[in-house]
Structures are given as C-alpha cells and as structure tokens.
C-alpha cells in the first residue's frame, strides 16, 4: 500500500474514530498494555537487533541510548498508558456557551484534530506515547520512526493495530511508513493529514517545517537554560544545575548553557565544576568563568549549540537583565530556569523569559507531558498557535461550533424583526 493509501485509509478511520466512546477507547489502551507486558522479552529481543546495528554502523552513541527498549521502558510506557487512561477525556467538552437569541444556543466544543503524522528519530517508546495520546483523543495517526529502531517499532506497531482493531477501532486508524520516499510523499498529502508533528535533530526538524504545505507543531532545537541569581541558594543551585544539565543528556529538556550572577561565581563555579567533573562534562566557558576554573573557551557559536551530550556552556552574567537578553536570544523558546530566592526576581524571569517553559527552583528535565500530569506528550512545542510546552491529550484536539435553533433565520436579525442578547450560559 502506498502512503497515499495509507493516509486516506487513516483519514477515513479518523472519521469513527471521533465518535468513540470513552469507555471503548481505554479498554483498548488498557489491553495494550497488557499485550506490551507479556510480550516483553519479545519485544527487547528486536530492539537488540537494533542497538547492534546502530553500533556496527557507528551511529552516535546519544542516539543509540535513546533507542534502547529494554525492561524499564517498558515498565515506563506502561505506566504512562495506565496514566493515560486515568486521565478524562478530551473530546466532546463544551468549552463554552451563548444564547444568542430565545432558543438559538451556540456551543463550542473539544473534538479531535483528524489525522495526525508523526516523524520521529532513534525513540522507540515515542512511537507508544504518541499512539496512545493519539488513540484516546480520538485521532488517526500514521508514523514514521528512524532506519535505526525499524524492528522495534514494527513490533509495537503490530500490537497497537492487533489489538485495537480486533477490539473496535475502526480499520486503518494507525499507519505506519518506513522509507524516506514514504516521508517525502507524506509531505504532500495535505488533501489527508491535518497536523504534522516531527520529533529529532535540529537540521530534521527544519527540512520538514520548510517542505511541507501540513501545518506543523513543534521545535528545532532545545537549547535550555538554568540561571543561577545572586540570591540563589548554593546547594540547590548547583544540585539544579546537575540535574538539568546530566539526569539524561540527550533530551531536548537538558539545559545547554548555565549563566550565572557575578556576585556569585567565584563561590558556585568551583563546586559547580567539581559536580559536573563526576559526569566528565566538558565545559565551555566565558572568559571570566575561564579566569575561573579550567574549561575550554566558549565561542560565539557555544551560546547557539545543542549539546545532547555531556557538554555544557557556561557564562558569567552582570545582572538579571543579561541573563533574560541573552536567553532571548540564543535560546530556543523551550525551557529555562531561575535559581534564586528572591521572589521579585524570579516573577520577573518568568515574565520576561519569552519560553514554552519557565521555571522557578526546579530542573528544567520537568518539562515533559508525563511529570506534567497530561499522559506524556507527542512532542514540546514551541509555537504560539493552539499548543504550548509539552503537547499531550489537550494539545491533540481542537474544537468546533455548534449552533442549535429552531427554524431561525438571518434575514429577522437584518431586518430589525429580532435582535441578539449574546447572553452566555458556560
């Protein structure tokens, strides 16, 4: 089947799909998980195959250790999955109300976006995360892993489509591409897909934002910032800044570059570079944070690059108002923090920081669908049309209006017969 096909065969599933009951839709997603348990060594078995190749054909190692599937994602996906299903529905919410005559109400309310396309590199538990959201919003989904995770998704893929349409969801719902020439086609099928959603590298990203008339929700880069103020307390700063920068460094929620106040940077940055040594982080700084401690000097380009690695930038900054110019502009509008016990201080970062995500005494590694309570994400977004953040249940359905009346017509109001009260019920 061609990816045409597909993606008609998705879009006319997308249809049903809408007018699932939510009862159906998470007896489906609990069978799946079921189905993801018992087939756990199966599926580790493929994913093996995967890391082995990605290694015999020397791919980076970020990228392979984002594609390993082993017995504690599983464990994760899972839980999210049962999360998921915790979670009410999104569709068919009123989100609000207008009488706009005597029985003439027009309704506004939550429906699926259709048909969703997913793109995305190395992560095999994307392709159940982005599933699953899409299966509980009530949206059709066709998916696009990478070369390097073929095997893996194409078992996970199985599962949710046996289960799913064995179990009521209609027939073709869930598509799943595997070429690059199925990806170059499925950017021309604006006639069937809806949203496109891509999930990868920074040059990845672009190509897809510049080659496609499908509107398209997401981010090119996560370059993530933790701002350490003059009046942030020693000990969480540095464990912040730890966090950020190491728990999982080939994320897009990793902090990048860490700026820090000058009236504290000969107390922090030793004990500062003393934690990160414990990862081997490599450190390029400033030409005061090199006066320092020993790191190797920064360069125009450190401000503006996405590590995904154990590498970090690192800067000195006069003031606040530096530290919010300079993540204005070399950051990529996704997640930055403040360190600081000055609650004026803080308000006013997270007012001016122009970001998806601000935070305050906490690790930007927060900022993701699942610790967000929205039953993981299909992605952040770091637009500012429908969805911002991490995109979950809420970012995957739109709305659309509903007037009921009874045999009402435009030419009264024209006349002057009747007139409007705009009068809001909810």
């Not at 073929?150 to 489509?161: A, V």
């Not at 950017?187 to 990845?204: A, V």
Request: hydrophobic residues 35%.
């Amino acid at each position: 089947m061609s990816t045409k096909d597909k993606a008609a065969s998705a879009k006319t599933a997308s249809i049903k799909l809408a007018g699932l009951s939510t009862k159906t839709k998470n007896e489906v997603l609990s069978k799946i998980s079921e189905v993801i348990n018992k087939k756990a060594d199966e599926i580790i078995a493929v994913n093996e195959k995967d890391i082995a190749w990605s290694q015999k054909n020397n791919l980076p190692e970020p990228l392979i250790k984002r594609l390993k599937f082993d017995k504690k994602k599983i464990k994760d996906v899972t839980e999210n999955i049962n999360s998921l299903i915790s979670l009410p529905d999104p569709v068919g919410k009123t989100l609000s109300a207008t009488e706009l005559d005597k029985n003439l109400e027009l309704y506004k309310v939550s429906c699926p976006i259709g048909l969703i396309g997913i793109i995305f590199e190395s992560r095999p538990d994307a392709l159940v995360q982005i599933s699953s959201l899409c299966l509980k919003s009530g949206n059709a989904v066709i998916l696009k892993g990478g070369s390097e995770a073929q095997n893996t998704n194409k078992i996970l893929f199985e599962i949710f489509k046996e289960v799913s349409e064995s179990n009521g969801l209609p027939e073709g719902w869930i598509q799943l591409i595997e070429t690059r020439s199925d990806v170059n086609e499925l950017l021309r099928l604006e006639k069937y897909i809806d949203l496109l959603i891509p999930r990868g590298s920074n040059e990845f990203v672009k190509y897809i934002m510049n080659n496609t008339n499908i509107p398209v929700l997401g981010h090119a880069d996560g370059i993530c910032h933790v701002y350490i103020d003059k009046d942030a307390d020693k000990d969480m700063a540095i464990n912040i800044a730890f966090d950020s920068k190491t728990q999982y460094v080939s994320v897009c929620n990793a902090a990048e570059t860490i700026l820090i106040h000058k009236d504290v940077a000969q107390k922090i940055l030793p004990v500062l570079k003393s934690k990160l040594d414990e990862k081997n982080v490599e450190i390029y700084g400033c030409n005061k944070t090199c006066t320092i401690i020993n790191a190797n000097q920064a360069t125009e380009n450190s401000w503006s690059t996405e590590y995904l690695d154990y590498k970090c930038s690192i800067k000195i900054v006069e003031s606040e108002e530096e530290a919010i110019e300079h993540i204005n502009k070399y950051g990529s509008h996704h997640t930055d923090a403040i360190i600081s016990n000055n609650e004026e201080t803080a308000k006013r970062f997270m007012e001016y920081v122009d970001s998806a995500n601000v935070f305050w005494n906490c690790s930007t590694r927060f900022s993701d669908g699942y610790r967000y309570g929205l039953g993981a994400e299909v992605g952040i977004s770091t637009n500012k049309i429908h969805a911002r953040g991490p995109v979950g249940l809420e970012g995957l359905v739109i709305y659309k209006w509903k007037l009921i009346g009874n045999g009402h017509i435009v030419a009264d109001y024209v006349s002057g017969n009747k007139k409007f009260i705009h009068k809001k019920i909810y």
